[in-house]
């Protein structure tokens, strides 16, 4: 099995490709991409980088096209990685996402690529103190009064 590589210095972001898999790591420096392509003649790259710690990058969990890191924002789909929203993605918490995971996956498997579309909240206000999909019911906004906005 072939193991091809490539390395991002400005991302830090090591690429390994090896058969039909994808990894990315981040954090690499430039020092333990040196050791790793030393290893990789030798055999045993794989298991440096395991023994290094170094974290493996997941897929964008909406259209499974980019590797994230925690706060990137997917340049195909517009998804910001957001741990809080991936751990529970049934529920808005009021991050960088407007809509849940779950919604925008349903909007892009149905063929939905417009991101503001996509990302658009199910219950916008003055609807969201009905919202089932709030992770926060205890913390409604209320809407301003004309004095407050003028």
């Not at 710690?53 to 499974?64: H, S």
């Amino acid at each position: 099995m072939s193991l091809v590589s490539s390395y991002d210095s400005s991302l830090s972001r090591l690429t390994v490709y090896l058969g039909k898999e994808t990894f990315v790591y981040a954090d690499v420096s430039p020092f333990h991409h040196d050791r790793f392509k030393e290893r990789r003649n030798k055999g045993y790259a794989m298991a440096y980088l395991r023994k290094q710690g170094f974290r493996i990058l997941d897929l964008c969990p909406v259209c499974g096209r980019e590797h994230l890191d925690t706060h990137d924002i997917c340049g195909t789909c517009g998804w910001q990685e957001d741990p809080s929203a991936t751990d529970h993605p049934d529920l808005c918490d009021g991050g960088p996402n407007w809509a849940p995971l779950n919604i925008i996956r349903k909007r892009w498997k149905d063929g939905e690529r417009d991101r503001e579309v996509l990302g658009r909240c199910p219950m916008p206000f003055p609807n969201c103190r009905e919202c089932p999909y709030d992770a926060f019911p205890e913390i409604r906004l209320e809407p301003l009064d004309d004095q407050e906005t003028g």
